[in-house]
Every structure is written in C-alpha cells, then in structure tokens.
C-alpha cells in the first residue's frame, strides 16, 4: 500500500475505492470468537470451496467480519443487500446457502422461527432481538472485515479524522465532544469531553498519554472483544482524534492476554495504518504524530483500575494508589495521561462524523447515545445487545431477549458485573441510565447483564461474585483483602447451613465499612453484590439461616433429592447414579439413599417422568 | 501555605502534608497501624480514615497518604469514622491477635470482642518491613508477592537473599511482632511469648543465639524462673 501524504491523497484513495458499481450479493460470516468457537471456520471453508469450485468468484462476494452480536445463534450467516438471515447453520446446509445466494432463493427452512409464536422472519432487521435496537457501533461489524484497512475506509472509516485535521481546530473538537454529552462507557460515566478538556489543558512539556482500557476483566461482559476484533481501526481513528485534540504524543493499548484474536487483529490494524501514513510521525503532511503501542495484560481484574492499570504499564505491580495526584496530573510515567474504555474510543469517529446534536437525539437527558449489553444468563436470546440510552430492563429482557429461557420466572438481573448490583424483577420499569441504575442500588459498569430466574440462589450469586472479588483484589488494603474474605466465610457458612442470626447483621456492618474505608474502585463497589441482594432478597438469606432452606434448589447442602410418585420403577437412575445411593424394585417407586447423594443430577436428567423431586 | 479545617479547627500547613500531620499537628488522636514516621505513607492498615467532604459526597480516606488541601473540611472522629475503625480492629483481632500493638488498639477504642473464625496470622501485610529494608536500609531485600489471599511479603522467589544484612530492621517495625510488654506480674501477662518472633524471610537458625532486642519481658522472667 502506498503511504498517503497529504489529505487530498485520502480523498483520491476513497473516490478510488468506493465505486459506485453495484456490488454482487455478498455472503457475510461473523467470525469473532464466539463465532468460531461455534464452527464458522467450517462454513468459511465450505463457502470458500463452493464459490472457487463452482466459479463464482466474480457472482458472489464473501466477507468475513467479527461478531454480529447475535450470539445464540452462531454460527450465523447474513447475505447482502437482501439482508436474509441464517441461524445455527451447519457445514453441511453452507452449500446449499451459497447455491441460494447465486440463484437469489430464499431457503424457508433454514430461516430464524420464533419458538413462542412460529413466526418465521427472513430479515434480519424484523427479528425481535434486532428490531429494539439502536446499532450505531455493532452495525458496523456486519460491514467491516476487521484485517483489510480498505474495506474500513469504503464504508466511511478514517473520515472523521482527515476531516479533522483538515479543518485544524483541536479546541473544536473537544467542543463537540462535550456537546454530546459522551460519558464514559467504562462503568463510571465520567463525560469525555470534560476529560479531555482537563488533559489538553495540561502542560505539553515531556509529552501527554491516551490509553484504551481494553482490560474488559468483568465475567460475563464481552462487548469491548467484539468491537477490538471486528473494528479494530475505530479504536485508532477515535485515539487518533483524540490526540490531535488533547495534543497527547503517545498511545497505548491494554488488553487482556485472554483475548488472542482482538490482539492479532489489532497488530494487522496497527501495520495497516502505519503503512497507509495514519499513525505515525508528520501524519499526512500535517505536522501532528502519534502512534499506538499494545501492552498485553497477565490476568488482574484490578489492572482495568485506572492507576492499577499505569503501574502495569509501567512494569510494576498492578496495584492501586491513592488519588489525588490523579492520572490527568500524573499518570504513565509521571506524564498526563486520558484512560477511556474501547466503546468510548468508538463512539468518537461516530460524534465527529456525524455530529453531536445528531448524536444527542439518541438516549434521554445526560445520558446521550447508546450502550452495548452482553444479554446472558437464563434468557432465551443472549448475545450483545445495543440499545439507546433510557430504554427500559423490561424491553431489554422480554422483547430483545425473548423472556425466560427455562420453564421458570425471571427473578432478577445483575448489571454491571461483580461491582454492581441485582435488580428485582418489580423494578424492571427502570430504565438504563447512569443514574436510574445508581438509584436503585446498582451500576451500569462495562455493560453486563445477566438474567436470574427462580432457580437461581441470590445468596449463591452474592458468594460467585465475593469469591471472583476477593480472589482479585490486590491485597493492599486490610479491608479489602480481609473484609472480602470474611464476607466469603459468612456468605460460605450460609450456603452450607452454618449460618446464625447475628451473621446476617455483622455481614451488613462489614460490606459498609469495606465499602468506606477501601481506596479504589474494586473495594469501593465489592460489597454490592452482598448489599443488593440483601436489599432485595433478604428473605432467602432469612431462608438459609433459620430454615436451613434454599428455595432456588441450589446450595447442594440445604437441598433433598426425593423420588415423587411419579416413579414407574424403570431403574435408569440406579443406573445412572454414581454413588449408588438409588435403591428399588422394577415397576415399584424407587428410593434415595439421602446420606450418599451428592446431587450431582445424574437421576434427574436420565428421568423420563420428572420423578426427581428438589426441595 | 494551605488552609483546611479539622474537626472545626483551621490549620494552616504548607504543601505536601498530609491530613494525618495536619490533625497530629493540632494533637487530634487517630491511630495507625502501617504508619511510620520516617517511611514513605502506604494506606494499608486503613485505620487512619477519616472523614472529608460535606453531604453525600463525603467520603473516608486514608490519612496517612492524602495531601492537604486548600479548603478541606475534615472530621477526624465522626460516627462513620468510629465505626470503621471498630470494625477494622475487629477483623485485625480476628487475624491477628497476639499481637500487643493490636490488643492495646482494640482496648483504646473499647473493641473486646470480634465476631469471625479466629485465626493466628503472623503478618498483616502492613508493608513496615518492605519500606523499612528498601527506604531506611537501602537493601531492598524483601517485597510483597501475589495478590489477595495469597499476597506474601518475602524474598523475590524465596531464594535466601544476599543483599540483606541481618539488621533485624524487619523485625523491629513489624507491629505483629510488637511486645513491649511492660507486666511485671507473672500471672498477668498477656502476651504470647516470644513465640511471635516470626522474620518474613530470614532463615530463623541464625536468629536464636541472638538476644532479644525487646526489654526484659514477662516470657522470659517466666523461663528464667522455671530454669
């Protein structure tokens, strides 16, 4: 590729690239992670062989892009422009996909079907999952092939940024960035444009940091790997902006070391867009330099802390210090430095292009734009979602994501990761934003949402996260360190029948005091799961202590497998149960040994007659 | 020079002090645990927390570790202070008990009781010992390893170190290790005996001809009369 010069060189590139031919119908495949790890490298190889054999190179276009988000039914397939989508399709059905696209038939049988009401949808725009939602950023992951710069620049990438610097107003750009109202996608909400304000007016001296939180170290969250692999080049374009505004000199990159495919992707981008001239001392003839370094994390959930995540950077250990001085004062090295998370860095070529009163007009007041959600747990449609801002839980659970997966109520769902908090279902009416969320005792956090239903132990949710947490924490402050490990004993003592009356109190003490006295962000918000559930559901917590009970079916020692009289004596339990704890005579009502039942389940999924009773 | 406000009272200091001084300064008590004077502040016992800000926004930090500033108002024995204190001296008689510095701590602020499973830690990953060697000794022999549970102050990989010169610097800080003992009555002691002599790293061997560098105390009173 040849170097690009000046901008007037990127104008002549993109008449050059975007024709206005009318282009062959394309059959797209998302290839993230979850992508592949659901077979699309079998469909890609298929599609690859049935074109070339056939000789269809010149008919039908094939592209391969990061994750759609409509990950429930990956491996999935979407032909262009005719928008028809393809579930769970299988290796063998691929050549049949491709005949189709080339005779333009619709295949009937291998289109999405709602299982609640058997309508069958050929686009994937009328699909319920995708009809709420707002894909500004997703959207581009069906367009884009992530290693191929050209293909960014055809649908309209590296615009923003040329046009920025061909009109050569930094301060006009933090202007509109705080025009629209963008906060920060990280969790905190902290608004970008107020951020950046702070750092440009930092003095220039030995130079001025930009980093891109890509540590995503919440469990469940994904939304931040499927931008890093399928738009990589967003991230640089809206870094790139972001350095010619705030006047920084350097980026960097972290990402998580459990990401491999974000960071092989990222590298081709990186080479792509130096070789192009957009990173880079004296951009196109411009004047203005920067380029982009990747640090790769090594497994810390604390190092997505802001100033955990500068000493890691910086070699040492990924822990916490106090702040003031804070990283816009000092950060990287004792340099200023801007940390925004990847959807952030996103959404800026986004508000750039498009403007920020269009930006606006998406979201309800201080809370502009729109979020992505990984939608899992025991909901019918998981996947990542991306909604406007103000759209309420309901919309997100019922109509998005289809209602509860199991035969079972949804009960609540926890947003925000381990630092936030569950939200019962009579508070579905809340809609998302930073501060509705905040009020009712959770947080937005990076965007996770995980769906609790009836059979879900809200005290063994509240254990999950503590023990992720306390596992995590640095260790640095006695409070957190041991008040996490303590709230563990306690929360352990409850799900195994130990627990007392007076623990339930001393639980609550020490979650606020950990809560006050900690000095990051991962202290500050690890007794949320705790506190909400105790908010919540304080009457299952009652249930585990006085009546050594739990009414979810979970806590494997508060819980009896009984065989009901539903039995018809067929001995497929006895068979299937690895402690021979079933004992019984062939037609006649078998019986569980209860003192060598592990509950390990085996009965229950080998029972035809739902004869397993748990109480 | 900046002017803040603690406990009602206005204190001018210059810049770099930190609210721990400033409230010293003026003879406010607040107790700490990983503070030493002449070691760089870390903020790891959290004892020092008090309380800054006004209305929601009020918070608790450390201390030890925040820096003065112009207009501060600062409430070194609120309620929500005196609760954490408590309840943070509880988890440190939970973890470690026979220790004297913590004993006397607890009775200071009337905590007789702590309500976890007990445990005998021998160290409280104050971090004392780390700043002493690196910052008093200039060895930098020891330092903190892993995280969480698992967070050890040692030697990089446990290997005997040859950069520490057996000054006993470690020992001498570490508040776990602390027995001033001052019971001149057998039957009243109430600390655990020299069994507390536990170095982070150093090989113990070499430490058992050495004498004690504590002042006659009861354990050894006791020895001597069995003898």
């Known amino acids: ?615 | 020079m900046i002017t803040l406000t603690i406990n009602g009272l206005q204190v001018s200091v210059e810049e770099g002090t930190t609210l721990l001084e400033a409230a010293r300064f003026l003879g406010f008590p607040i107790p700490t645990l990983c503070y030493m004077e002449g070691l760089s502040p870390y903020g790891a016992c959290r004892l020092c927390v008090v309380e800054i800000g006004d209305g929601p926004q009020a918070k608790l930090v450390s201390s030890c570790t925040y820096p003065a500033e112009e207009g501060l108002q600062v409430r070194t024995a609120s309620s929500r202070v005196i609760k954490a204190r408590k309840m943070i001296l509880e988890l440190l008689l939970a973890s470690c008990p026979q220790s004297k510095t913590i004993q006397d701590l607890a009775a200071k602020y009337e905590v007789r009781q702590q309500r976890f499973k007990q445990e005998y830690e021998d160290c409280i990953l104050c971090g004392l010992c780390v700043r002493m060697c690196e910052e008093q000794m200039m060895a930098k022999a020891i330092g903190f390893r892993s995280r969480g549970e698992n967070r050890s102050i040692g030697t990089p990989f446990d290997i005997k170190s040859d950069v520490c010169r057996l000054c006993g610097g470690c020992m001498y800080v570490c508040p776990a290790c602390q027995l001033r003992c001052t019971y001149t009555e057998p039957e009243k002691a109430i600390c655990g005996g020299c069994a507390n002599l536990s170095p982070p790293c150093v090989e113990k061997e070499q430490f058992d001809d050495m004498m004690c560098y504590m002042d006659p105390c009861v354990a050894c009173e006791i020895e001597k009369k069995e003898k």
């Not at chain 1, 192009?276 to 810390?300: P, Q, R």
């Not at chain 1, 079916?553 to 009896?560: E, S």
């Open chain 1, 1 to 615: 590729m040849e170097k690009l010069t000046s901008t007037n060189n990127f104008n002549s590139l993109c008449d050059i690239i975007t024709t206005s031919q009318e282009k062959p119908p394309t059959i797209v495949i998302s290839a993230g992670t979850c992508g592949q790890a659901s077979g699309a490298n079998d469909l890609i190889r298929v599609a690859k062989r049935e074109i070339l054999s056939k000789k269809l190179s010149e008919k039908i276009c094939l592209r391969i892009t990061g994750c759609h988000g409509f990950c429930e039914m990956e491996p999935s397939v979407l032909i262009e422009p005719s928008r028809i989508f393809y579930p769970k399709v299988t290796p063998e059905d691929m050549a049949k996909v491709v005949e189709s696209v080339k005779t333009g038939d619709v295949l009937e049988e291998l289109l999405f079907v709602d299982s609640e009401t058997g309508t069958r949808y050929e686009k994937q725009d009328d699909i319920p999952f995708f009809k709420k939602q707002v894909r500004t950023i997703l959207a581009k992951n069906e367009k884009i092939d992530p290693i191929r710069i050209y293909n960014y620049i055809e649908n309209g990438g590296y615009r923003s940024l040329v046009d920025t610097l061909e009109q050569g107003e930094p301060s006009r750009v933090i202007t509109e960035i705080k025009d629209s109202g963008l906060r920060g996608r990280g969790g905190a909400g902290f608004p970008t444009g107020i951020k950046w304000d702070l750092l440009a007016n930092q003095k220039n001296g030995s130079g001025k940091y930009l980093v891109c939180n890509a540590d995503e170290g919440d469990p469940g969250a994904y939304m931040d790997r499927s931008v890093l692999e399928g738009n990589p080049h967003s991230i640089i374009e809206g870094m790139l902006i972001g350095a010619y505004a705030t006047g920084a000199t350097q980026g960097v990159i972290y990402v998580r070391k459990e990401y491999p495919l974000a960071i092989k992707h990222f590298i081709i981008a990186l080479r792509q867009a130096r070789e192009l001239g957009f990173l880079g001392t004296n951009i196109l003839d411009t004047g203005f330099s920067f380029d982009i370094d990747i640090v790769k994390g090594a497994g810390a959930f604390v190092c997505g802390e802001e100033t955990a995540l500068i000493h890691s950077i910086e070699g040492k250990m990924g822990e916490p210090r106090q702040r003031p001085p804070f990283p816009i004062q000092k950060g990287i090295q004792g340099k200023p430095t801007a940390i925004n998370n990847v959807e952030t860095w996103a959404n800026i070529p986004v508000i750039i292009g498009d403007g920020a009163k269009k930006f606006k007009k998406v979201g309800v007041r201080n809370n502009a734009g729109t979020k992505i959600f990984s939608l899992v747990g025991k909901v019918k449609y998981t996947g990542l979602v991306e909604v406007p801002m103000g759209i309420s839980i309901k919309e997100i659970v019922y109509d998005i994501g289809g209602g509860p997966s199991g035969k079972k109520n949804i009960k609540a769902v926890q947003t925000g990761g381990p630092s936030g908090g569950c939200i019962p279902t009579e508070l579905f009416d809340t809609p998302i934003s930073y501060d509705s969320l905040a009020k009712v005792g959770s947080i937005m956090g990076s965007g996770g949402m995980i769906v609790m239903d009836e059979s879900t132990c809200m005290v063994d949710v509240a254990k999950y996260f503590t023990n992720f947490l306390k596992d995590e924490s640095c260790g640095k402050c006695f409070t957190c360190r041991k008040g996490n490990q303590r709230l563990f004993e306690i929360l352990d003592d409850f799900t195994h029948g130990r627990g007392e009356k007076e623990q339930l109190d001393l639980l609550e003490g020490l979650a606020h005091v950990i809560k006050d006295t900690t000095m990051c962000g991962l202290g500050q918000t690890a007794p949320n799961p705790v506190l909400s559930t105790l908010r919540y559901f304080r009457d299952e917590y009652k249930t585990h202590i006085d009546k050594k009970q739990c009414p979810a079916g979970v806590c494997k020692d508060l819980i009896h497998y009984r065989i009901n009289d539903n039995c018809k004596g067929c001995g497929l339990c006895i068979k299937a149960c690895p402690q021979n704890a079933i004992s019984g005579k062939k037609k006649e009502k078998h019986v569980i040994d209860e003192d060598n039942c592990i509950k390990c389940g085996a009965c229950i999924s080998v029972c035809k007659f739902d004869a397993v009773s748990v109480t």
